[in-house]
């Protein structure tokens, strides 16, 4: 399963994530040479099918919803499902045929099982949630004992979300995963304290997040997506770096770190303080960062945050993304991911579409934008 999976592609047999890809390489390539970043390794590469506008009309050939995330990690659609969200895919095998996902993120995973927050752990929001739940898991070991038979029997692929205190802790981890029959690719969680730098996060550094990612990268070949943390000030030069030090994808966002108050108001309600927020409420800070991102780095970028329906699938692809993950809204509707894979298949159809290439990147700017960072008020 594992072989299937792992398509390696050629310029003989580029898929559409590759036609992807490169368009919104392209684009990437045209504002970075106006901004005078010329050194960028960006794919100049010709769209294998299609006219100037990119488009790709549908002739007696079926859409195409493939999407190839680097290192032959091939999707079979750009739908995937978030970490945390969808357990570990087995859980959900009455409800919805897994199969028809493009991927599956399962829940965090450390080096040793963890029992996670105090409670409460979760507290609803308008238009969205806090959670706290403090990466229980029953630790690497037993989840490939428990789960990865199961996936390997699977066509989605199974991209295992990794968590740790330290680079060590990560590099372990990927080390146990690596040639698991069943492990398509890992999703490196990098929102978590890193004790030999007082806890401060990886993700909030450049260096820190640049540090994991290549210790990562040595320690496998498996395809490696990194996933960004919006609770910074500016995304960009951390992006740059997780890129530089061998990410194949990115991911963004995780949650933003927020609290609520507890019903007395006599302190904050979540057992562990902060909590992170997700839901709808943080699709404009996602499409923020998915925007910024598509701009400086040349990797396939996977969007997630507040996706409930196939405009904010479309939205996200608009800004660059070339998949997307649903995460929150699968509490309210477990069909939804499988449902949009059929919606988006629709929209290409109703295009006139043989793939979503022409979806990707439509709102990314001709020069590179001004960064969130200046401010968003005044322009100077
Ligand atoms: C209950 C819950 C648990 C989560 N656990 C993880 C996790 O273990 N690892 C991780 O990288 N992200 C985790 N996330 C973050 C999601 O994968 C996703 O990045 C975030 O929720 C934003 O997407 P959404 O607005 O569609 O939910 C979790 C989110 C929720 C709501």
Same mark, same amino acid.
């Given at each position: ?60 050939? #079926? ?35 897994? #199969? ?32 706290? +739940? ?69 993700? +909030? ?38 890129? #530089? ?13 927020? +609290? ?41 970028? +996977? ?78």
């Amino acid at each position: 399963m594992k072989a299937k999976r792992r398509v390696v592609t050629n310029s003989g047999g580029s898929t559409t994530a590759h036609r992807s890809s490169t368009l919104r390489r392209q684009r990437t390539s045209n504002a970075l040479t106006s901004m005078g970043c010329k050194d960028s390794a960006v794919d100049m590469t010709t769209p294998r099918r299609g006219d100037a506008t990119g488009r790709e009309t549908v002739a007696t050939a #079926d859409v195409d919803l493939s999407v190839d995330l680097g290192r032959g990690l091939v999707l079979p659609n750009p739908i995937m499902v978030a970490s945390g969200t969808f357990g570990y895919g087995v859980e959900y095998g009455d409800v919805v045929d897994v #199969d028809r996902l493009g991927g599956i993120c399962c829940k965090g995973t450390t080096l040793r099982s963890r029992i996670g927050n105090p409670t409460p752990r979760v507290a609803e929001t308008p238009g969205g949630m806090l959670n706290s +739940i403090g990466l229980q898991n029953p630790g690497v070991d037993a989840v490939i004992a428990k789960y990865a038979s199961t996936w390997e029997g699977w066509r989605v692929p199974v991209i295992v979300n990794v968590a740790g205190e330290s680079v060590a802790d990560y590099v372990e981890v990927v080390k146990r995963l690596d040639g698991i029959p069943g492990v398509a690719g890992i999703e490196l969680n990098i929102s978590c304290p890193n004790v030999g730098r007082g806890g401060l996060q990886f993700a +909030i550094d450049a260096d820190a997040a640049a540090g994991v990612t290549a210790a990562v990268r040595r320690a496998t070949d498996l395809p490696l997506l990194v996933k960004l943390s919006p609770n910074v000030a500016d995304i960009r030069p951390i992006a740059r770096a997780i890129a #530089d030090a061998g990410a194949d994808a990115l991911t963004a966002i995780n949650t933003l770190s927020g +609290i609520a108050v507890g019903g007395s108001r006599q302190k904050p309600l979540l057992g562990n303080i902060y909590g992170g927020l997700s839901g709808p409420a943080i699709k404009p800070v996602a499409l923020r960062i998915v925007y910024e991102v598509c701009q400086v780095v040349a990797i396939p970028v +996977i969007a997630i945050g507040g996706i409930t329906d196939i405009d904010d699938v479309l939205d996200f692809l608009a800004v660059g993304a070339v998949a997307v993950q649903v995460g929150t809204a699968i509490f309210a509707d477990p069909t939804l991911p499988v449902r949009l894979v059929a919606e988006l298949e629709g929209a290409c159809r109703s295009g006139g579409f043989a793939s979503y290439v022409p979806f990707v990147g439509t709102a990314l700017p001709k020069r590179p934008s001004s960064p969130s960072s200046k401010g968003v008020e005044y322009r100077p």
